[in-house]
């Protein structure tokens, strides 16, 4: 929850009566805010823990359909929706670097969970979007052509299909695959429209001889974590408050239980040896400091696009919404039938805490069984020896400073308050416009107190370092002016104090970087060309999808615009006005931020 105004607050504050805050309690003794929605109280540890089918093939087709899911065994059956044969979420898909390969998605979604929570003032969002769900699906981390890369705007209606083709020119890596569409991605995702794609190579081949010498087969896992509040019998919902109308957009949520790969607080029975994790973050607002309840040593492996030079040992670490770690986990210590908790303590942002959010601080139980499973070490390096990638290469020197803002708007819509980047919205001409070929440092300005994880389409970046920022003095002496104008100044007067390089486990290629509050993030961007990439990734397309029907360029039904000033007039920066479309996006991917309205085009542009 964000950007809601202290007159708001105190205003149901007074409606509730202040003594419920203090006789609020739950029956474990926490403090239970009468402001916001909590979960029906389950047992954990009930429920095994799920393993996603796996699907490794050059053409895949997955349906896009409603279903009914159990989260948790002591509830009953509700309305979700899935990739594939799955009731929640969807297959594992495996691709393999330098082997093209086609997605095909079918639509097949009736009623949505979330019809009552539908905003029609975002962009657009149809009147029948909660029985005719649009969908658009993006492959997180893959270098893909424009056409391929599942713009919010070319998406597919129920009853059609939409076909995505990827080179595959990648390393081995950890992508995902989930819903894009325009101003109703959270919806989507948190109905379960999300799902893994690994991508093996020569040297991470994923089978039990792979040159790397990691665990595969049963002891390779992927770990969906999620965090959400039920509502009744444990039914699906993204409402955090009453505070905010329903069908109102909100701005995220804290959860109060925690999911992994669809299941609440779930129990994996494990061997007595090294496992390797494949760990996202597909919530859709927290930031979780993982760790294990006996604060046992781990290894970070690897990060979003792919492995480090070498494991780099750690007790904890901070994940925020799309970021992805690639673990080994040694369960050998345990005795047989001890167990072990992946636990989370980061406590929410401010302007949810106000609400009296907590921490959501469990996810699941992993217990030793008597086999030994796999008794590997742990490699002393991943890369630059025999049989191995070569060496992550240095970070190249940059021939231009981008500065970019991260910002909320609370005078425009309280409650909640509107999320921007550069104070522009969604449709907007005024656009990043990197050149092929370049570097660039990107300055990503956090002036809100809570944290934003920023994604980059097309290309994979470097963390460089972080530093705090007076934001106050920044603003004073820049006043920002009215939502629809670009607002990036330089912030390098205002910085303070020591720069933080990026954690170890951050050093590698990345698409997901975390921005905390008050702080200025440097990544190093590389904009790859079109001779590298084998495609044109500033060539203009024609949707496949419903889109495609000359809606977007006509203003009909499915026009997007925004009801800011800045928005509508600014369709060229998606649309060629004949309904083709040019270029990617970046964006925040806590999913409510994306929605509304922190989310621009970009163009990578030839020399």
């Not at 930031?287 to 007790?315: C, E, H, Q, Y």
């Not at 990734?537 to 496949?544: I, S, T």
């Amino acid at each position: 929850m964000t950007g809601l105004s202290r007159r708001a607050l105190l205003a149901a504050g007074g409606a509730v009566g202040v003594g419920a805050l203090a006789h609020g309690a739950s029956s474990a003794g926490t403090l239970r805010s009468p402001f916001i929605f909590h979960s029906p109280a389950v047992r954990p540890f009930r429920d095994l823990m799920p393993v996603p089918p796996v699907i490794d093939n050059t053409w895949v087709t997955v349906t896009a359909r409603s279903t009914m899911h159990r989260f948790h065994r002591d509830w009953d059956e509700q309305p979700s929706f899935a990739y594939g044969d799955q009731t929640y979420l969807g297959p594992t898909i495996v691709s393999h670097r330098d082997q093209p390969w086609r997605l095909t998605t079918r639509n097949q979604l009736g009623l949505h969970p979330f019809a009552e929570d539908v905003d029609h003032t975002l962009h657009g969002v149809p009147e029948d979007f909660a029985t005719r769900t649009r969908t658009s699906t993006h492959l997180h981390g893959g270098v893909t052509p424009a056409s391929s890369d599942g713009h919010p705007n070319d998406f597919v209606v129920p009853g059609e299909q939409q076909t995505y083709q990827f080179p595959m020119i990648q390393e081995a890596a950890h992508l995902w695959y989930h819903d894009h569409s325009l101003g109703t991605t959270r919806l989507n995702v948190a109905a379960g429209l999300a799902a893994m794609n690994l991508v093996r190579d020569e040297f991470d081949t994923g089978r039990a001889d792979n040159p790397l010498g990691l665990p595969a087969g049963e002891h390779e896992i992927p770990l969906v974590l999620q965090e959400k509040i039920f509502g009744p019998g444990g039914r699906l919902n993204v409402r955090s408050t009453w505070i905010v109308p329903q069908g109102s957009w909100e701005g995220g949520a804290v959860g109060d239980v925690g999911l992994v790969n669809g299941k609440v607080w779930p129990e994996l029975p494990v061997d007595r040896g090294l496992y390797r994790f494949r760990v996202i973050n597909a919530g859709s607002y927290s930031v979780w400091r993982l760790f294990f309840s006996n604060t046992m040593k781990f290894w970070v492996i690897g990060n979003d696009g792919g492995l480090l030079d070498r494991p780099v040992a750690t007790r904890d670490l901070r994940l925020s919404p799309a970021e992805r770690v690639d673990i080994l986990v040694d369960f050998s210590s345990l005795a047989p039938g001890e167990s072990v908790e992946l636990r989370n303590d980061e406590g929410p942002p401010p302007q949810a805490a106000i609400l009296g959010e907590v921490a959501m601080p469990l996810f699941c139980r992993f217990t030793a069984g008597t086999a030994r499973g796999f008794t590997g070490g742990v490699p002393t390096r991943l890369r630059g020896g025999r049989r191995q990638p070569p060496l992550l290469a240095p970070v190249e020197r940059p021939v231009r400073r981008r500065v970019v803002t991260i910002l909320q708007d609370t005078e425009i819509r309280i409650p909640p308050a509107l999320m921007s980047l550069n104070n522009l919205g969604f449709m907007t001409d005024d656009i990043e416009k990197p050149v092929q070929g370049t570097t660039e440092i990107w300055d990503l300005v956090n002036i809100t107190a809570d944290p934003h994880a920023i994604h980059l389409h097309l290309t994979h970046f470097r963390i460089l370092e972080r530093q705090r920022l007076n934001t106050a003095a920044y603003r004073f002496s820049h006043p920002r002016p009215r939502h629809g104008r670009r607002w990036t100044p330089d912030p390098a007067k205002f910085v303070f104090g020591r720069t933080t390089p990026s954690a170890a486990w951050e050093a590698g290629p990345k698409d997901t970087v975390r921005t905390d509050g008050h702080t200025v993030t440097r990544i190093v961007v590389r904009w790859p060309t079109a001779d590298e990439l084998g495609f044109d990734p500033d060539l203009a397309y024609l949707p496949q999808g419903a889109v495609a029907r000359s809606e977007l360029a006509g203003g009909g039904e499915h026009a997007a615009h925004n009801e800011h000033e800045g928005g509508a007039g600014g369709a060229a920066a998606t649309a060629e006005g004949d309904g083709h479309i040019r270029g990617y996006l970046w964006h925040c991917h806590m999913l409510d931020h994306e929605d509304h309205d922190m989310m621009l085009p970009l163009r990578a542009v030839a020399q």
